[in-house]
């Protein structure tokens, strides 16, 4: 048995076709224009409003603590900042570990 493709084949319909056709003329010959949905109102909670006050906040905290870079700054250059090895290796390894996977 063979089925032979249609001629014709039909249109596919777009987003905005079902309001093009629910617009038309009406029984006395008039343009009738479809009518509007009522408008909706989302209420978010008041998850969003903190999230909001906690972005700003945020936005106007500075990254990084000026005092404290210009404090050791000052600290080496009058040659009283030192550096404890000990306490740079052991973090640095505790790091490798965690990035690692292999938490100790």
Known sequence: MKIDKPGNTLPTSSAGEGVARASGKDKSGQVSTPKQ?????????????????????????????????A????????????????????????TVRDLIGGKA
Do not use: W, Y
């Open 37 to 69: 949905p009522a408008s909706t109102n989302v209420s978010l909670g008041s998850t969003v409003a903190h999230l909001q006050s906690m972005e700003s906040s945020m936005a106007n905290t500075p990254v990084v603590n000026a005092a404290k870079v």
């Open 71 to 94: 404090e050791i700054k000052q600290a080496i250059s009058e040659g009283r900042f030192q550096v404890n090895t000990s306490v740079v290796a052991d973090r640095l390894m505790a």
